[in-house]
């Protein structure tokens, strides 16, 4: 035998088990378990806005905004089997809607957030409706269609002032109403997310990832359930663009732009994919860093690539997978 | 067996690109009686259950189901109305362990409105019915995910995902295919069970000898027709049925 052959083993650290009960209420060790990761999050989230400076202040707004994104992409993908690559469409669909409402009747960003979080994504509902029924790469390739689709409209139809876009909207009162804004609606998300999967509703959905004919034979319309899932994750996305038109005061067809798109999806995989958390850890991760290698030039793209292959070569469970396994379990090598 | 008709199939014809899967096929089903399908592989069994079910249209022909037409109804309005199946490549949920396998079922429409609006505690329900299938209590088995369950489990799975929905036919496609002798001995009592109960089954089976234990009557198949009806002793004798399928050394 060669030398050296050994194997990982792993092991849920009894902790763990504990604590997937009600064990978990037990004492304050489990409670600190549980309860430790949690708040790292959220304090490390709030807290970063105190230590920032001005610029990357803005660059964490639009990280949450992705992060938002990065969310819906997991979720549909990984919950429900829905691979959507229409990010874009959503923040299109929000930023457009609140922006005009803000434009041509003067209401406020406090109204016109909401509305156009509702109403964006009722409208990418309808619009991703009809491509339900179809799975995987064939519903991808036509949810990418979309962003791309409105862009033409908007540009042949002259809409909206066409390809200047509009200027002036209103903008928040500072800086910190910005990010607290985004990030509480980030964190609030998240855990509503987490939730929501493993509620029934979410098993259903999980259910219709895992093998559709067999929801569909115990009695569930699944299309009623891919509905509810594209509604729950353009709110988000439609939130993220409603929002993003308020923080820049301008409105254009580059908030179709392909980035949004993109963007989510490789901080889907930096982040893990399936872990909710992953996603939007990736996102804070990658759009700083996008912002950073901006000093690289052209070159950056290149840079940017070459992690995120490294990513996918190396460790394509994604990040937060292997936090949580080196959190939850022990590992030892055993001589095979 | 209260001998009335639930489930009639009239003429139904269906071909996949020139290949007649089922070229003209009607039977009866009646309340409480366990029907018996076989045939050789390739006679169109697996469509057939397709068709009933919804999840396949059939070219011409119509199904009834208690006098109400539920062909070109979808797969998931039929299982509403009672009529499930399990598949013969089992599909269980993977990714949830075993007893919220059954969540998804206990919370379809038909489940609410027979149990009456909100459910209790479905969890206890899901162990309850994973019990009663022969899933041990309180042995991890309920608890393990579905990909890390054994093929035995996971076909009382498919089964138990049809029980959940307290429906009035399950159609059973080849539950006993690649189980062990033992696993079937297990698996016997329990269909009875559900005879006893009220459940109305249909099982196409390959393993002849455990089907005719149970079953009441079965139907032949050969090349997408019916080829034979009657009880299994009526069926078996037919020279017509031993040479299609048993082969001629068997004659």
Same mark, same amino acid.
């Given at each position: 035998?060669?030398?050296?052959?050994? !194997? !990982?083993?792993?092991?849920?650290?009894?902790?763990?088990?504990?604590?997937?009960?009600?064990?978990?209420?037990?004492?304050?060790?489990?409670?600190?378990?549980?309860?430790?990761?949690?708040?790292?999050?959220?304090?490390?989230?709030?807290?970063?806005?105190?230590?920032?400076?001005?610029?990357?202040?803005?660059?964490?707004?639009?990280?949450?905004?992705?992060?938002?994104?990065?969310?819906?992409?997991?979720?549909?993908?990984?919950?429900?089997?829905?691979?959507?690559?229409?990010?874009?469409?959503?923040?299109?669909?929000?930023?457009?809607?609140?922006?005009?409402?803000?434009?041509?009747?003067?209401?406020?960003?406090?109204?016109?957030?909401?509305?156009?979080?509702?109403?964006?994504?009722?409208?990418?509902?309808?619009?991703? %409706?009809?491509? %339900?029924?179809?799975?995987?790469?064939?519903?991808?390739?036509?949810?990418?269609?979309?962003?791309?689709?409105?862009?033409?409209?908007?540009?042949?139809?002259?809409?909206?002032?066409? @390809?200047?876009?509009?200027?002036?909207?209103?903008?928040?009162?500072?800086?910190?109403?910005?990010?607290?804004?985004?990030?509480?609606?980030?964190?609030?998300?998240?855990?509503?997310?987490?939730?929501?999967?493993?509620?029934?509703?979410?098993?259903?959905?999980?259910?219709? !990832?895992?093998?559709?004919?067999?929801? !569909?034979?115990?009695?569930?319309?699944?299309?009623?359930?891919? @509905?509810?899932?594209?509604?729950?994750?353009?709110?988000?996305?439609?939130?993220?663009?409603?929002?993003?038109?308020?923080?820049?005061?301008? %409105?254009?067809?580059?908030?179709?732009?392909?980035?949004?798109?993109?963007?989510?999806?490789?901080?889907?995989?930096?982040?893990?994919?399936? @872990?909710?958390?992953?996603?939007?850890?990736?996102?804070?991760?990658? @759009?700083?860093?996008?912002?950073?290698?901006?000093?690289?030039?052209?070159?950056?793209?290149?840079?940017?690539?070459?992690?995120?292959?490294?990513?996918?070569?190396?460790?394509?469970?994604?990040?937060?997978?292997?936090?949580?396994?080196?959190?939850?379990?022990?590992?030892?090598?055993?001589?095979? | 067996?209260?001998?009335?008709?639930?489930?009639?199939?009239?003429?139904?014809?269906?071909?996949?690109?020139?290949?007649?899967?089922?070229?003209?096929?009607?039977?009866?089903?009646?309340?409480?009686?366990?029907?018996?399908?076989?045939?050789?592989?390739?006679?169109?069994?697996?469509?057939?259950?397709?068709?009933?079910?919804?999840?396949?249209?059939?070219?011409?022909?119509?199904?009834?189901?208690?006098?109400?037409?539920?062909?070109?109804?979808?797969?998931?309005?039929?299982?509403?109305?009672?009529?499930?199946?399990?598949?013969?490549?089992?599909?269980?949920?993977?990714?949830?362990?075993?007893?919220?396998?059954?969540?998804?079922?206990?919370?379809?429409?038909?489940?609410?409105?027979?149990?009456?609006?909100?459910?209790?505690?479905?969890?206890?329900?899901?162990?309850?019915?994973?019990?009663?299938?022969?899933?041990?209590?309180?042995?991890?088995?309920?608890?393990?995910?579905?990909?890390?369950?054994?093929?035995?489990?996971?076909?009382?799975?498919?089964?138990?995902?049809?029980?959940?929905?307290?429906?009035?036919?399950?159609?059973?496609?080849?539950?006993?295919?690649?189980?062990?002798?033992?696993?079937?001995?297990?698996?016997?009592?329990?269909?009875?069970?559900?005879?006893?109960?009220?459940?109305?089954?249909?099982?196409?089976?390959?393993?002849?000898?455990?089907?005719?234990?149970?079953?009441?009557?079965?139907?032949?198949?050969?090349?997408?027709?019916?080829?034979?009806?009657?009880?299994?002793?009526?069926?078996?004798?037919?020279?017509?049925?031993?040479?299609?399928?048993?082969?001629?050394?068997?004659?």
């Amino acid at each position: 035998m060669v030398a050296g052959e050994r !194997r !990982r083993e792993r092991l849920d650290r009894g902790l763990k088990v504990r604590t997937e009960s009600l064990y978990a209420l037990s004492s304050w060790r489990e409670m600190a378990y549980l309860l430790t990761p949690r708040l790292l999050l959220i304090v490390g989230l709030l807290m970063l806005p105190l230590v920032l400076s001005m610029y990357w202040q803005r660059v964490l707004c639009s990280a949450g905004i992705y992060a938002l994104l990065a969310l819906g992409f997991d979720f549909l993908a990984q919950y429900v089997g829905l691979v959507c690559l229409g990010g874009a469409f959503f923040i299109g669909a929000g930023g457009y809607i609140s922006g005009a409402l803000n434009a041509y009747l003067g209401w406020p960003p406090a109204l016109t957030i909401p509305i156009a979080t509702v109403a964006g994504a009722l409208i990418s509902t309808l619009v991703l %409706l009809p491509c %339900l029924r179809l799975r995987g790469i064939y519903f991808a390739i036509v949810s990418f269609m979309f962003p791309l689709l409105a862009v033409f409209i908007i540009v042949a139809l002259n809409v909206f002032r066409g @390809t200047e876009g509009i200027s002036a909207l209103d903008t928040f009162p500072n800086i910190w109403v910005e990010q607290y804004l985004i990030l509480g609606v980030v964190v609030f998300s998240l855990f509503a997310m987490r939730r929501l999967v493993n509620e029934d509703i979410g098993l259903i959905m999980r259910g219709i !990832r895992d093998n559709d004919q067999a929801v !569909r034979a115990s009695g569930i319309n699944i299309t009623t359930y891919k @509905t509810k899932a594209v509604f729950i994750a353009s709110l988000m996305g439609c939130f993220g663009g409603a929002y993003l038109s308020h923080l820049y005061g301008w %409105l254009g067809i580059s908030l179709f732009a392909m980035d949004f798109s993109i963007l989510p999806i490789a901080a889907t995989v930096l982040g893990g994919m399936g @872990t909710l958390v992953g996603p939007v850890l990736g996102a804070f991760i990658l @759009t700083p860093m996008s912002e950073a290698l901006r000093g690289f030039g052209q070159l950056r793209v290149v840079l940017y690539c070459l992690i995120l292959i490294g990513f996918i070569v190396y460790k394509p469970e994604g990040l937060m997978n292997y936090l949580q396994r080196k959190y939850h379990q022990f590992e030892h090598w055993e001589e095979v | 067996m209260n001998g009335e008709v639930i489930l009639r199939v009239r003429g139904v014809r269906k071909s996949f690109g020139g290949v007649h899967a089922i070229s003209d096929m009607s039977l009866d089903l009646a309340g409480g009686e366990i029907l018996g399908v076989i045939g050789p592989n390739g006679s169109g069994k697996t469509t057939l259950v397709n068709i009933i079910t919804g999840f396949v249209k059939p070219d011409s022909g119509e199904v009834f189901f208690r006098d109400k037409r539920i062909t070109g109804l979808q797969a998931h309005q039929i299982a509403d109305l009672g009529v499930t199946r399990t598949f013969q490549i089992m599909r269980p949920y993977h990714s949830l362990s075993a007893f919220k396998n059954l969540i998804v079922p206990l919370n379809s429409p038909r489940v609410r409105r027979t149990r009456g609006g909100r459910l209790g505690d479905r969890d206890a329900v899901a162990i309850d019915i994973l019990e009663e299938i022969g899933f041990e209590r309180d042995a991890y088995v309920p608890y393990k995910t579905a990909s890390s369950l054994p093929l035995g489990y996971l076909k009382r799975l498919e089964l138990a995902r049809c029980i959940a929905l307290r429906p009035e036919i399950i159609i059973c496609d080849e539950i006993f295919s690649g189980l062990s002798m033992a696993e079937i001995v297990t698996m016997v009592p329990l269909m009875e069970k559900l005879q006893i109960e009220g459940i109305t089954i249909m099982m196409i089976e390959h393993r002849l000898r455990e089907l005719f234990r149970l079953a009441n009557r079965a139907i032949v198949m050969n090349f997408g027709e019916k080829l034979a009806e009657g009880t299994p002793e009526e069926v078996m004798g037919n020279d017509k049925v031993r040479e299609a399928y048993l082969g001629t050394e068997a004659a």
